[in-house]
């Protein structure tokens, strides 16, 4: 099975910083790859999709990059709306896998 | 609007089953190929299972594999959790997805908590 490491598991920041969260593949996944967001008490909500694509509707501070084992989630400019735990996901082969998850909380 | 919206949770003993249904409306379900993601109180989200489109083709993951089933009935949208001898490390919310661009997409139910506790 592949695993998906994520780092860091929870990070603190402010208002207008760039954040960034790393997924590495335990093997090469191509660009087979998602990165959700979660509230607390809600459903995931896509972000991006094989890994750089914007999903529809989601604000462009929100990027991703990568191909092969490591890939990136950037938060160009933090919003108060941001505050939330972000999981990528790889659907390059069965079992799927997330990553643990990494906590954006405010600093 | 899509929607999704899942029923059948509740709190079961070890060893027993529940069927989990999610019920989808808003769009063609019958073309869509649909996924089963788990997430246990204060932890991250799982992938369990998915489904192609007229059924014929599931994978699941190890920890289900052999006691999950997932299925569907695309004259009644409705997609399906079977679960079979549960334990208590099954226990969490349970969410159905739509699959959009080979990937669980956007598209998510509100989930239904599996309780699993004698």
Redesign the interface.
């Known amino acids: 099975?592949i695993q998906m490491t994520q780092s860091p598991s929870s990070l603190s920041a402010s208002v207008g910083d760039r954040v960034t969260i790393t997924c590495r593949a335990s093997q090469g996944i191509r660009n087979?790859l998602?990165w959700?967001q979660?509230k607390p008490g809600k459903?995931?909500?896509?972000l991006i999709?094989?890994a750089s694509?914007l999903?529809s509707g989601v604000p462009s501070r929100f990027s991703g990059s990568g191909s092969g084992t490591e890939f990136t989630l950037t938060i160009s400019c933090l919003q108060p709306e941001d505050f939330a735990?972000y999981?990528c996901?790889q659907?390059n082969s069965?079992?799927?896998?997330?990553?643990?998850?990494t906590k954006v909380e405010i600093k | 609007e899509v929607q999704l919206v899942e029923s059948g949770g509740g709190l079961v003993q070890p060893g027993g089953s529940l069927r989990l249904s999610c019920a989808a409306s808003g769009f063609t379900f019958r073309t869509y190929w649909m996924h089963w993601?788990r997430q246990a109180p204060g932890k991250?989200?799982?992938?369990v299972s998915?489904i192609n489109s007229d059924g014929s083709s599931t994978?699941?993951?190890?920890s289900v594999k052999g006691r999950f089933t997932i299925s569907r009935d695309n004259a009644k949208n409705t997609l399906y959790l079977q679960m079979d001898s549960l334990r208590a490390d099954d226990t969490a919310v349970y969410?159905c997805?739509r699959d959009?661009?080979?990937?669980?997409?956007?598209s998510?139910?509100?989930?239904t908590l599996v309780t699993v506790s004698s």
């Open positions: 099975d087979d998602g959700y979660q459903a995931p909500k896509r999709y094989a694509s999903q735990t999981y996901l659907h069965y079992p799927w896998t997330f990553g643990q998850g | 993601v991250g989200l799982v992938w998915r994978n699941y993951a190890d969410y997805a959009e661009e080979w990937l669980v997409g956007d998510w139910g509100q989930g």
